[in-house]
């Protein structure tokens, strides 16, 4: 494992205010042949001077001048990464240490692997969308491709892309995302890789999550239509992934 190369691919929109305590949680947890992709998503607030002042090699910012989305640029990140595993990341979490070690071994015989959050400041397990529900990845469950995706459809599941990592021979596989994929490329991360059986879930946390207006993904309910829609969008996505 230790000449696997690692190459974190981030998205950052005028994150300046948390940016710092996750670049240092990350750089702390990569070798020293690895790589940190950052696309800078045209921010408006000091992010991108702040990335300037990182004198670290392993580091390569990719700033935008105009504003495309999370989920383009993610997409853009993940084209640019040179590594055999690619581990997503948001700007405003803090990593566990000993996440790079477990990603890379859950890639040993699957493509994609898929972990447990916790609350930064409290280490509580996330709160879960609808009251009894389990929210939480079970490793035994990795194989139950069907159930996952129905998971996934019913909103039940807690894929977040800043705890995934995707094997260097599936990304070609996952590469372009949908044009219709308007949000949540994590899903279609891990709709892909139930697809075609190639999932991996971890029992372990390995990311501590900041909880904050800004977050893309919130506990606030949708409405009808857009929860419609997005299901639709998850369905074109199954049909879409089984055919790569």
Not at 65 to 94: I, K, P, S
């Amino acid at each position: 494992m230790t000449d696997v190369r690692v190459s974190v691919c981030m998205a950052t929109y005028n994150g300046e205010a948390y940016l710092g305590e996750q670049l240092d949680s990350i750089l702390a947890e990569l070798a020293p042949h690895d790589e940190l992709i950052i696309v800078d998503d045209a921010s408006a607030d000091g992010t991108v001077a702040l990335l300037a002042t990182v004198e670290d090699a392993r580091v390569r910012v990719f700033p935008r001048d105009h504003n495309r989305g999370y989920v383009r640029t993610f997409e853009e990140a993940l084209q640019y990464a040179t590594g055999d595993v690619l581990m997503l990341a948001d700007q405003d979490d803090v990593w566990i240490p000993g996440r790079r070690a477990l990603f890379v071994a859950a890639l040993q015989n699957d493509a994609v692997a898929a972990s447990n959050l916790v609350l930064l400041g409290s280490d509580a397990p996330l709160v879960p969308p609808i009251p009894g529900i389990s929210w939480r990845l079970n490793a035994s469950q990795s194989g139950h491709s069907v159930r996952n995706e129905l998971r996934i459809l019913a909103g039940i599941i807690p894929y977040f892309g800043c705890a995934m990592a995707i094997r260097r021979d599936a990304v070609d596989r996952i590469l372009p995302f949908p044009d219709f994929l308007t949000e949540s490329h994590d899903l279609w991360i891990a709709t892909f890789a139930n697809a075609h059986r190639t999932m991996r879930h971890l029992d372990e946390p390995t990311l501590r999550r900041r909880l904050h207006e800004e977050n893309v993904s919130t506990a606030r309910p949708r409405g009808i239509v857009p929860v419609l829609r997005a299901r639709w969008m998850l369905l074109r996505a199954w049909l879409a992934a089984k055919k790569r």
